[in-house]
């Protein structure tokens, strides 16, 4: 299994731009979780989907969106980039009751100048 | 509010001496607590699950719900223990859930 799978790995984009980020499940897994790790901190929470529907999402604003497709796989999409949106996202799944594990990707690294 | 703190930034200790990652969470329910590792050049990984008491690799970590801590603990620290340690928390978001992550510890091993 080649278990969270990412990309791009790395981008360059300029302010105002948009950018979106793709992610694959380990198979079988149902829900993808997307988290923003800006550099010396944790991962922070920006969305969780379960079957195609968004199950939560935390402290960001509406220029982050994202999807899941029937297939599972998911994307990250950001509007109007900032130069503070400069981070690793990094995609997992799993994160279900009872045991909550979510299975990272390696992330993709988003430089905004 | 829904808080992990991770005092410290870098952790730096011989190898063989003993290990203490510190962890203390805010959360109003019942917590369930999670301690993950990044390795050089590896994926975040979970290391070990408070609900499961079990010890992966050496390290334990004990819920203490009166402190309101979860520390990271080993006896006699290895060279490859050397990674990002960071604590995380478990919360329902809508029917969802969402980990919350401390800022992270270094942990630095030297023979």
């Known amino acids: 299994d080649a278990g969270v799978t990412q990309s791009p790995t790395h981008l360059i984009k300029t302010r105002g731009q948009q950018v979106t980020l793709r992610c694959s499940p380990i198979s079988g897994h149902k829900s993808v979780s997307w988290y923003q790790q800006v550099l010396g901190q944790g991962p922070q929470f920006i969305f969780q989907?379960?079957?195609?529907?968004?199950?939560g999402r935390g402290n960001f604003p509406d220029r982050f969106s994202a999807r899941q497709f029937p297939n599972y796989s998911s994307e990250l999409n950001v509007n109007a980039l900032l130069l503070g949106d400069s981070a690793l996202y990094l995609c997992?799944?799993?994160?279900?009751?009872?045991?909550?594990?979510?299975?990272f990707g390696e992330g993709s690294r988003l430089t905004v100048l | 509010a829904q808080r992990v703190t991770q005092p410290e930034k870098l952790l730096s200790v011989f190898k063989g001496a003993p290990v203490e990652l510190k962890c203390n969470y805010s959360?109003?329910?019942?917590?369930?607590l999670f301690w993950y590792v990044q390795y050089s050049r590896q994926r975040l990984q979970l290391l070990l699950r408070h609900i499961s008491r079990e010890s992966i690799k050496g390290f334990t970590a004990d819920l203490n719900k009166g402190e309101t801590s979860f520390h990271l603990k080993k006896p006699f620290a290895q060279e490859e223990d050397s990674a990002m340690y960071y604590c995380?928390?478990?919360?329902?978001?809508?029917?969802?859930?969402?980990?919350?992550f401390g800022k992270g510890t270094t942990l630095s091993v030297s023979s």
């Open positions: 989907y379960y079957e195609k529907e968004e199950r």
């Open positions: 997992a799944s799993g994160g279900l009751l009872p045991t909550g594990e979510l299975f």
């Open positions: 995380a928390l478990l919360t329902l978001n809508q029917a969802g859930t969402a980990l919350i």
């Open positions: 959360y109003s329910g019942s917590p369930e």
